[in-house]
């Protein structure tokens, strides 16, 4: 927390951006909040706990998800904003962390190390796996979720994101953006790779995290993309929330951290 901030006594909270961070720029501290929130999520089986979250986006069905569609990016901010908040109703300072799988670390490590110890103390880590719900299996299956990393150099490269970076339509943007995406998803394989079950693995909302990160950087590189009407008026159920409604991140009050920074804002 930094002494040099100049907040009155009289803000309200509620109203402070926060940042979500690199997960490998953690602080001990700021990992062990995020470990706390999914440990919580994943201990309570109602609609404030991680399966119903998970199950949002797969099975059970309905499965709402978008992809290959124009609402990909939209739905899934929407979708991060709401399970971000669901997170932040049990533990108030818990806030989503990405996996820059373009970086040196990953491309020599794979999956950050927060998500794969299998231990953390004494203590299953929650950020490792989690049981799929009964009413989530198809013939019984899965009950938990697995990964079967490719090799870490296959991973997509910063060349591949600055390239997707340059584009100026949205459309194209959005489409190559979520080719990267699949890639991902694929490389980690297990649960990952099958969208019926990818949102049961912790590291989903890591991966989706640097997804809508890469449209946020995007968005400052392009102020004013041409999105079409119909596209901005569209709404992203099940959430209560338009395409349009979506496209600023700090009214939906969160902001990227610097990538070089762990400071707490
Ligand atoms: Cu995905």
């Known amino acids: 927390m930094s002494t040099t901030q100049h907040q009155s006594h009289s803000a309200p909270p509620s109203t402070a951006l926060r940042h979500r961070k690199n997960v490998a720029l953690l602080s001990a501290t700021q990992l062990q909040t995020?470990?706390?929130?999914?440990?919580?999520?994943?201990?309570?089986?109602?609609?404030?706990?991680?399966?119903?979250?998970?199950?949002?986006?797969?099975?059970?069905?309905?499965?709402?998800?978008?992809?290959?569609?124009r609402l990909f990016l939209p739905w899934h901010r929407a979708y991060l904003y709401f399970f971000e908040l669901a997170l932040r109703d049990l533990v108030p300072d818990a806030v989503l962390a990405w996996w820059d799988w373009t970086s040196p670390g990953s491309h020599s490590g794979g999956i950050p190390a927060a998500y794969t110890a299998s231990k953390v103390g004494a203590n299953a880590n929650p950020l490792f796996r989690t049981v799929v719900p009964a009413v989530a299996r198809q013939g019984g299956k899965p009950t938990r979720t697995?990964?079967?990393?490719?090799?870490?150099?296959?991973?997509?490269?910063?060349?591949?994101?600055?390239?997707?970076?340059?584009?100026?339509?949205?459309?194209?943007?959005?489409?190559?953006?979520?080719?990267?995406?699949?890639?991902?998803?694929?490389?980690?394989?297990?649960?990952?790779?099958?969208?019926?079950?990818?949102?049961?693995?912790?590291?989903?909302?890591?991966?989706?995290?640097?997804?809508?990160?890469?449209?946020?950087?995007?968005?400052?590189?392009?102020?004013?993309?041409?999105?079409?009407?119909?596209?901005?008026?569209?709404a992203l159920p099940p959430f209560p929330l338009t395409v349009a409604q979506t496209l600023d991140v700090k009214s939906l009050g969160y902001d990227y951290a610097s990538t070089t920074t762990h400071t707490s804002q």
């Open 34 to 69: 995020l470990r706390s929130a999914f440990a919580t999520a994943e201990g309570i089986s109602d609609d404030r706990g991680f399966g119903y979250w998970a199950g949002i986006h797969g099975l059970p069905l309905p499965m709402y998800c978008q992809h290959g569609t």
């Open 146 to 234: 697995s990964r079967s990393p490719a090799p870490a150099s296959e991973l997509p490269s910063q060349a591949d994101v600055q390239a997707v970076l340059a584009l100026s339509d949205f459309l194209d943007f959005q489409s190559q953006l979520e080719e990267i995406h699949n890639n991902v998803h694929v490389w980690v394989g297990g649960t990952m790779g099958e969208i019926p079950w990818a949102a049961y693995d912790p590291v989903f909302f890591a991966h989706h995290a640097m997804i809508d990160r890469i449209w946020r950087l995007w968005q400052m590189r392009h102020p004013s993309p041409h999105l079409p009407t119909a596209l901005l008026e569209q």
